[in-house]
């Protein structure tokens, strides 16, 4: 499987506190994207690193990506009470015959605590 | 725009009965996907279509059929439902076939 791998499970946090997740895969990537799924809701982006970048912000958001690790993180800095959700790193790998597939990790539950 | 829409949101089926689960997307992406999401298993990948007239299995295409309709609709069915199906199905799609995925907002499929 070349599903990735979040770490941590879950993470609880105060409000104002910063928050990272760490996502490992197993394969050669195009990019690595992370989404974020509230409850009972479908996902949605939040932001995409391609293979030849390293780091990459967006508000409070910020990525990094180590490819000769396969490894990526994502910080959320001075979180709120609203970020409380899950997590999903997903990996964009060529399946062959310029085929792409979306692979997701199995997700960080985040609590934030008002 | 609506984006992605999937329907229905909420089904339950009868072990051993079929049922079509309908996705179509309305921002002319070329490439859409049917995930599956179940307690601490994250999301995985059932079938994609990479673009018109194509598809392709992925990591448990077991006990679904899929069809892309047209540029706008990938469907996802279900010939004999069997129990170990009960999850939550989400449609996607992404303009080619290395940009972000919208996702609708998933159907919730029980089977008795």
């Given at each position: 499987?070349?599903?990735?791998?979040?770490?941590?499970?879950?993470?609880?946090?105060?409000?104002?506190?910063?928050?990272?997740?760490?996502?490992?895969?197993?394969?050669?990537i195009?990019?690595?994207?992370?989404?974020?799924?509230?409850?009972?809701?479908?996902?949605?982006?939040?932001?995409?690193?391609?293979?030849?970048?390293?780091?990459?912000?967006?508000?409070?958001?910020?990525?990094?990506?180590?490819?000769?690790?396969?490894?990526?993180?994502?910080?959320?800095t001075?979180?709120?009470a609203?970020?409380?959700?899950?997590?999903?790193?997903?990996?964009?790998?060529?399946?062959?015959?310029?085929?792409?597939?979306?692979?997701?990790?199995?997700?960080?539950?985040?609590?934030?605590i008002p | 725009?609506?984006?992605?829409?999937?329907?229905?949101?909420?089904?339950?089926?009868?072990?051993?009965?079929?049922?079509?689960?309908?996705?179509?997307?309305?921002?002319?992406?070329?490439?859409?996907?049917?995930?599956?999401?179940?307690?601490?298993?994250?999301?995985?990948?059932?079938?994609y279509?990479?673009?018109?007239?194509?598809?392709?299995?992925?990591?448990?295409?077991?006990?679904?059929n899929?069809?892309?309709?047209?540029?706008?609709?990938?469907?996802?069915?279900?010939?004999?439902?069997?129990?170990?199906?009960?999850?939550?199905?989400?449609?996607?799609?992404?303009?080619?076939?290395?940009?972000?995925?919208f996702?609708?907002q998933?159907?919730?499929?029980?089977?008795?």
């Open positions: 499987s070349q599903q990735g791998e979040e770490d941590p499970q879950a993470l609880s946090i105060q409000e104002g506190e910063n928050a990272t997740m760490n996502c490992s895969y197993k394969t050669s195009n990019n690595l994207q992370w989404y974020r799924q509230n409850s009972g809701r479908g996902l949605v982006h939040l932001i995409l690193i391609r293979s030849n970048e390293r780091e990459k912000h967006s508000g409070r958001l910020r990525v990094t990506l180590d490819t000769s690790k396969k490894s990526s993180s994502l910080l959320i001075a979180s709120r609203a970020d409380t959700a899950s997590y999903f790193c997903a990996t964009l790998w060529d399946s062959g015959a310029g085929s792409y597939q979306l692979t997701f990790g199995k997700g960080t539950k985040l609590s934030v | 725009n609506a984006g992605v829409t999937q329907t229905p949101k909420f089904q339950v089926l009868k072990t051993g009965q079929s049922m079509t689960l309908q996705c179509a997307q309305d921002m002319n992406h070329n490439s859409m996907y049917w995930y599956r999401q179940d307690p601490g298993m994250g999301l995985r990948l059932i079938y279509s990479a673009s018109e007239g194509t598809t392709d299995k992925g990591e448990v295409p077991n006990g679904y899929v069809s892309r309709l047209n540029k706008r609709e990938f469907s996802l069915r279900l010939e004999s439902a069997a129990p170990s199906q009960t999850s939550v199905y989400f449609c996607a799609s992404t303009l080619t076939g290395v940009s972000e995925a996702f609708g998933g159907t919730r499929l029980t089977v008795v």
